[in-house]
């Protein structure tokens, strides 16, 4: 996965959520099956940058786009302080999410965006539907809008303070400008792979 550098400098982003599960139309009835998979993708602008920031953006993401790209979520508000999180126990499914390690009364709140990472340091967004308050012992568990898609193990880490998406650049083909007063802006679209 690639990082972009420190002088990148987010101007706007736009998430979009990917649902994996669908409705179902029956004669009498209409039901809603969620499946496993839902993600994000977020469309970012940078810059503009002057042409050796530029130069640098444009060679790390035409990695990205072979390689992956691993950037934070933008937050609008502070998630606060919360410890070091962790899953407390392995082989969760569903949507709910027991955690530890957080700072004791910690508050964990509705709309609250979280990454946990994987075993071989993949990343997966998640957005908190039902959050919580962590107890003395810094443990609490929280609803999130989307099925886990890993059956993480106990102890994976937790990113609420910064959360991270990652994924591949988005089509086919990705494009960047050069114009005459030599100040490059970079836009580009972010989608998870699983």
Same mark, same amino acid.
């Not at 690639?2 to 990148?8: E, G, N, Q, R, S």
């Not at 649902?19 to 179902?24: E, M, P, R, V």
């Not at 503009?48 to 992956?68: D, T, Y």
């Given at each position: 996965m *690639?990082? %972009? &550098? /420190? =002088? $990148?400098v987010r101007g706007s982003a736009t998430p979009v959520f990917i649902? $994996?599960?669908?409705? !179902?139309r029956g004669v009498a009835s209409l039901g809603r099956i969620d499946r496993k998979g839902s993600r994000y993708k977020l469309a970012c602008t940078y810059g &503009? =940058?002057?042409?050796? !920031?530029?130069?640098?953006?444009?060679?790390? %993401? *035409? $990695? +990205?786009? !072979?390689?992956?790209v691993r950037i934070p979520y933008p937050l609008l508000v502070s998630q606060g302080a919360p410890g070091a999180p962790v899953v407390d126990g392995a082989g969760h499914e569903g949507k709910t999410l027991p955690i530890r390690g957080l700072t004791p009364g910690y508050v964990c709140r509705e709309g609250y965006w979280l990454s946990i990472t994987d075993t071989a340091g993949r990343s997966y967004l998640h957005n908190v539907k039902t959050g919580a308050r962590a107890d003395a012992s810094g443990e609490m568990s929280v609803v999130l809008n989307e099925l886990l898609? =890993? &059956? =993480? %193990? /106990? +102890? $994976?880490?937790i990113n609420l303070a910064v959360p991270i998406v990652e994924g591949l650049v988005e089509g086919d083909e990705w494009a960047w400008s050069l114009s005459v007063d030599q100040v490059v802006p970079i836009e580009f679209t972010i989608e998870e792979t699983r």
């Open positions: *690639i990082v %972009l &550098p /420190d =002088f $990148a649902d $994996a599960g669908f409705t !179902q &503009p =940058f002057h042409p050796e !920031q530029g130069r640098v953006m444009v060679s790390r %993401l *035409i $990695a +990205g786009k !072979q390689e992956g898609r =890993f &059956p =993480f %193990l /106990d +102890g $994976a880490t």
